[in-house]
């Protein structure tokens, strides 16, 4: 595997179901990013991890749940999603998190909330 | 607050030139990125800039003006394969990535 890795590429879940999300990146980056992609909205960063540490999180709701076991692992945890959560949920990595610090993203999960 | 504008949707024609635009209002300024999207695929990144002026990359080039608080992505001898849609995102003071909506790139025969 190369790159940035998703799993599942597609998600259908109930808005009582609870799924996880899982990102790898094989890059030997230090941190990791989840982003959240509506049609025709900007990018919104939902969390940061540096060094396994989450250094951001931009107020999202606590039915989104990351968990960062080691430098190369990242997963988001959901749990009684509502359908307005529906989206493409990208993952990335980059060597760090100041100065120059170009993302590589995966190619994302379509989670569609019933 | 913060916020980068882009134009929604651009088409062009196969073989010409197109300029897309990004203009932002930031808490700070580390450097601008812009990146290709292919639909249902990941963004990939295309080009960096974080002193003014123009930066070349074969068919690609990026304009910046600090000053003006502007970008261009300057596409040439386009090709069906560039219909896409391209990401302007500006790094602020906390090197946090500030992402616009994205400009949809429809290239016609």
């Known amino acids: 595997e190369t790159g940035v890795t998703q799993t599942p590429r597609h998600l259908v879940m109930g808005m009582t179901n609870k799924k996880s999300l899982k990102c790898e990146q094989h890059?030997?980056?230090?941190?990791m990013y989840w982003y959240k992609q509506s049609a025709k909205k900007p990018l919104e960063l939902m969390f940061v991890?540096?060094?396994?540490?989450?250094?951001e999180n931009n107020s999202v709701p606590s039915r989104f749940s990351p968990e960062c076991p080691n430098s190369s692992h990242l997963f988001l945890h959901l749990h009684t999603l509502q359908p307005e959560d529906s989206a493409l949920y990208l993952c990335?990595?980059?060597?760090?998190?100041?100065?120059?610090?170009?993302?590589?993203f995966g190619p994302g999960t379509r989670l569609t909330v019933l | 607050g913060q916020n980068i504008d882009q134009p929604t949707e651009m088409t062009a024609t196969e073989g010409a030139i197109v300029q897309i635009n990004c203009t932002y209002q930031?808490?700070?300024?580390?450097?601008l990125f812009w990146y290709q999207q292919h639909a249902g695929e990941a963004p990939t990144f295309l080009s960096y800039?974080?002193l003014d002026g123009l930066e070349e990359k074969g068919r690609f080039s990026s304009f910046l003006s600090r000053s003006k608080g502007y970008s261009y992505l300057l596409l040439k001898e386009l090709q069906m394969k560039d219909s896409a849609s391209y990401l302007c995102?500006?790094?602020?003071?906390?090197?946090?990535?500030?992402w616009g909506a994205g400009t949809k790139l429809i290239i016609k025969p």
């Open positions: 990335a990595s980059s060597g760090g998190t100041g100065d120059y610090n170009e993302q590589f």
């Open positions: 890059l030997g980056h230090n941190a």
């Open positions: 991890y540096s060094l396994e540490e989450r250094v």
């Open positions: 930031t808490s700070g300024f580390n450097g």
């Open positions: 800039n974080v």
């Open positions: 995102a500006v790094s602020d003071s906390n090197y946090q990535l500030i």
